[in-house]
């Protein structure tokens, strides 16, 4: 069993960043892919970005290079670099551990453990 805490949310004016933080529990995290989702009220938890254990980065489209994803397997914890913040961002954002041997990461269903959310509000 892993345990993931993010850190990182709050209250953003548009057009600002955020980093957020994702930190593991245990061992052999550095052969995980770690991915981001994020959901608002009302709405299905989507994908936001992941990246592979050997450090491969694939983000949503709609994005448009807003965001970078990040690890440092040396302190077992992925970021989430948010620029360019816009209201539509507004969500609780998760981390989440890749399942093992899969060859995409882009749905929930590729993942096995998840974190409790941190929540990002963008004012206008």
């Known amino acids: 069993q892993v345990q993931l805490v993010e850190s990182g949310g709050g209250l953003v004016q548009a057009g600002g960043s955020l980093r957020l933080s994702c930190a593991a529990s245990?061992?052999?995290?550095?052969?995980?892919?770690m991915g981001w989702f994020r959901q608002a009220p009302g709405k299905e938890r989507e994908f936001v970005a992941y990246?592979?254990?050997?450090?491969?980065?694939t983000y949503a489209a709609f994005l448009k290079g807003r965001f970078t994803i990040s690890r440092d397997n040396a302190k077992n914890t992925v970021y989430l670099q948010m620029n360019s913040l816009k209201p539509e961002d507004t969500a609780i954002y998760y981390c989440?551990?890749?399942?093992?041997?899969?060859?995409?990461?882009?749905?929930?269903?590729?993942?096995?453990?998840w974190g409790q959310g941190t929540q990002v509000t963008v004012s206008s």
């Open positions: 989440a551990r890749g399942a093992y041997y899969r060859s995409t990461y882009s749905s929930a269903e590729q993942y096995d453990s």
């Open positions: 245990g061992r052999s995290f550095s052969s995980y892919a």
């Open positions: 990246i592979s254990a050997s450090g491969v980065r």
